[in-house]
């Protein structure tokens, strides 16, 4: 038995689960493709930055416009090798990956259940990484960079449609209503959770935007 799906998402079924493969939109693999893009743009940028200021440590990032957004601070801080090299490399990868799988749905691939949790798998963890260095840069690094600010938004987006495409497809058990709300509002948790990150970026340098 099929359920109700907005164009282009039709032949994602309830009957996934039970051994079927499914692929996803044209909309839905060019959202993977262009936040896989932004997200390879800013590792690149911030990357080639880390490299400058590796060689001239009066070397200051384009980005660093101003006492809070000072991307500067940010490459020099050792959350920015969290896991032993530079998070931007990590991303020029995982990036990568996301721009390849959005690709191979535009050419109508399907893959099987494993697949989309595995994918859904790395999105957790790569949005419980950006939340962890969102807290890092906001309340013990005290700035901000604007290219990881890109990177934050971009997977934030990318884990909740891919989360709600796997409600969707039944891959992610939930009450029928859930699976309603991910088919028909799929775009506004990501948009709650955006805006939740820019009160607290707000909220923490209030006199510095305010004054």
Same mark, same amino acid.
């Given at each position: 038995?099929?359920?109700?799906?907005?164009?282009?998402? @039709?032949?994602?079924?309830?009957?996934? $689960?039970?051994?079927?493969?499914?692929? @996803?939109?044209?909309?839905?693999?060019?959202?993977?493709?262009?936040?896989?893009?932004?997200?390879?743009?800013?590792?690149?940028? %911030?990357?080639?930055?880390?490299?400058?200021?590796?060689?001239?440590?009066?070397?200051?990032?384009?980005?660093? %416009?101003? $006492? /809070?957004?000072?991307?500067?601070?940010?490459?020099?801080?050792?959350?920015?090798?969290?896991?032993?090299?530079?998070? $931007?490399?990590?991303?020029?990868?995982?990036?990568?990956?996301?721009?390849?799988?959005? !690709?191979?749905?535009?050419?109508?691939?399907?893959? +099987?259940?494993?697949?989309?949790? *595995?994918?859904?798998?790395?999105?957790?963890?790569?949005?419980?990484? /950006?939340?962890?260095?969102?807290?890092?840069?906001?309340?013990?690094?005290?700035?901000?960079?604007?290219?990881?600010?890109?990177?934050?938004?971009?997977?934030?987006?990318?884990?909740?449609?891919?989360?709600?495409?796997? !409600?969707?497809?039944?891959?992610? +058990?939930? +009450?029928?209503?859930?699976?309603?709300?991910?088919?028909?509002? $799929?775009?506004?948790? +990501?948009?709650?959770?955006?805006?939740? %990150?820019?009160?607290? /970026?707000? *909220?923490?340098?209030?006199?510095?935007?305010?004054?």
């Amino acid at each position: 038995m099929t359920t109700t799906a907005p164009p282009g998402e @039709a032949h994602v079924t309830a009957d996934a $689960p039970k051994g079927g493969a499914v692929g @996803a939109s044209k909309a839905f693999g060019w959202m993977l493709i262009i936040t896989g893009a932004a997200g390879l743009l800013a590792s690149w940028v %911030i990357t080639l930055d880390k490299f400058k200021l590796l060689e001239d440590k009066n070397f200051k990032p384009a980005c660093s %416009i101003n $006492p /809070v957004i000072a991307c500067g601070n940010i490459m020099e801080s050792d959350q920015a090798a969290a896991f032993g090299a530079p998070n $931007p490399m990590i991303g020029l990868v995982a990036y990568g990956v996301v721009v390849c799988v959005g !690709v191979s749905l535009l050419t109508r691939v399907t893959f +099987p259940r494993w697949y989309w949790l *595995t994918f859904n798998a790395g999105c957790l963890f790569g949005v419980g990484f /950006v939340s962890w260095l969102q807290y890092q840069s906001l309340y013990v690094i005290g700035n901000l960079c604007l290219w990881c600010c890109l990177a934050w938004v971009i997977t934030i987006v990318m884990f909740w449609y891919v989360t709600a495409h796997n !409600v969707r497809a039944g891959f992610l +058990p939930a +009450p029928a209503a859930v699976r309603g709300f991910a088919d028909e509002f $799929p775009w506004v948790l +990501p948009v709650l959770h955006i805006g939740v %990150i820019g009160i607290l /970026v707000l *909220t923490r340098w209030w006199d510095f935007w305010t004054g």
